[in-house]
């Protein structure tokens, strides 16, 4: 059974930092690309980023509203992947999702995780 | 940047056909996946590459893509249908996924 499991969600000041980290169990983490996906209370969904996986170098793309404050990164021999959050703002307080990406051309989010509160308030 | 188009809602009555779409510029080019959301829920992946229903799926979820609109069908919708649905593609552009502003299905 897949499993995507989150951690590390919190209260944070603004301009503070925080790491979310997403232990994946139950496939072979190392083939997937995975990405990050949030959803602020009572809105939509919104992709923040995606890491690909060794084959494609392990290269990350992010959201322009994210980039160059977040850093994703993964460890395959752990099966786990990192959200590091810098120099948050209030318009991230949101539930983020760890995602797999599907191996079939469109990549679709084929498993989300349940998902961790980060709340960016003074 | 890449922007796709969801109306905020959409109202059915029970055992009726809802039609949802999602517009975006040539998007008939780019594969589009539907994801069900419901409340205090992970979103599930409905549909994917415009066509295809994962496993568990049930059959009266279809979708299409053509031109500048994809289509999310729910045939027959039962009261379990009730979500919030949101659509998303790629932007190769921009290397980023883009996902529309969901619509809230009703069964009333």
């Known amino acids: 059974e897949v499993q995507l499991v989150e951690s590390g969600g919190g209260l944070v000041q603004p301009g503070g930092s925080l790491r979310l980290s997403c232990t994946a169990s139950?496939?072979?983490?190392?083939?997937?690309?995975m990405d990050w996906v949030r959803q602020a209370p009572g809105k939509g969904l919104e992709w923040v980023g995606r890491?690909?996986?060794?084959?494609?170098?392990?290269?990350?793309e992010y959201a322009a509203s994210v980039k160059g404050r977040f850093t994703i990164s993964r460890d395959d021999s752990n099966n786990s992947l990192s959200l590091q959050m810098n120099s948050l703002k209030t318009e991230d307080t949101a539930v983020y999702y760890c995602?797999?990406?599907?191996?079939?051309?469109?990549?679709?989010?084929?498993?989300w995780g349940q998902g961790t509160l980060v709340t960016v308030s003074s | 940047s890449y922007e796709l188009t969801q109306p905020p809602s959409v109202s059915v009555s029970p055992g009726q056909t809802a039609s949802i779409t999602c517009s975006g510029d040539?998007?008939?080019?780019?594969?589009v996946c539907w994801y069900q959301q419901k409340p205090g829920q992970s979103p599930v992946l409905v549909i994917y590459?415009?066509?295809k229903r994962p496993s568990g799926i049930p059959e009266r979820f279809s979708g299409s893509n053509s031109g500048n609109t994809a289509t999310l069908t729910v045939s027959g919708t039962q009261a379990v249908d009730e979500a919030d649905y949101y659509c998303?593609?790629?932007?190769?552009?921009?290397?980023?996924?883009?996902f529309g502003g969901g619509t809230k299905l009703s069964v009333l």
């Open positions: 995602v797999r990406a599907g191996i079939s051309g469109s990549r679709p989010f084929d498993y």
């Open positions: 139950g496939f072979t983490f190392s083939d997937h690309y």
């Open positions: 890491t690909r996986n060794k084959a494609n170098s392990y290269t990350t």
């Open positions: 040539k998007l008939g080019g780019k594969y």
């Open positions: 590459a415009d066509t």
């Open positions: 998303q593609a790629w932007d190769s552009s921009t290397s980023s996924v883009v």
